[in-house]
């Protein structure tokens, strides 16, 4: 009765450790990205913004010598004999967004609010974050299979035990030499 309390307990223990690895696993994955790599994306979407408010100004007209003189008007549309001509407001926000004091100004307020998300929390690098993850599965495998030596130890000693639905098929699969 004292070994199977025992088996008991130490699987107790393992198991325990898992549920903390996964769930430090999970903060790892959710662990926000540093603030540079978030302004990053955001310089990628201002230039998105700005180069499809380009695109969407018809500077081609300026070429053509019959209707130069009317700029980057865009032509009207006419809907039940009305002119109808809908401000293209993409456009209108990209071409301020590429205005480059507009554009310092919207980067430097979004640092301050990135700054304000990420106070106290720690942020990482994918580089971080993958080594991270590394350690913490090469942590978790060793675990499982020491909770696999336990398990098949406690079944040769007569004691049943039950595996873990979510046990690695690696550590299940694994020679017993491979498990101490």
Known sequence: MSDALTVAATLHEIRDHLKGLDAE??????????????????DQWLDREAEAGLAATPVAALLDSRTSAAGLTRTP???DGKRSLEP??????????????VRHALRELVKGQ?????RGIETMSPS???KKLAR??????????????????????????????????RVLLAADAALS
Do not use: K, Y
Request: proline share 6%; no cysteine.
């Open 25 to 42: 696993a999970q903060r790892i994955a959710e662990a926000p990205q540093p603030i540079e790599d978030g302004l990053s994306a955001l």
């Open 77 to 79: 549309v006419f809907a």
């Open 88 to 101: 293209d407001l993409n456009a209108l926000r990209g071409l301020v967004l590429a205005l480059p004091p």
């Open 114 to 118: 990135l700054a304000d998300l990420t």
């Open 128 to 130: 971080t974050r993958q």
């Open 136 to 169: 913490v599965a090469d942590e978790r495998l060793a675990l499982e299979l020491r909770e696999e030596h336990l398990i098949r130890s406690a079944e040769r000693a007569g004691i049943a035990v039950t595996r873990r639905p979510s046990a690695d098929g």
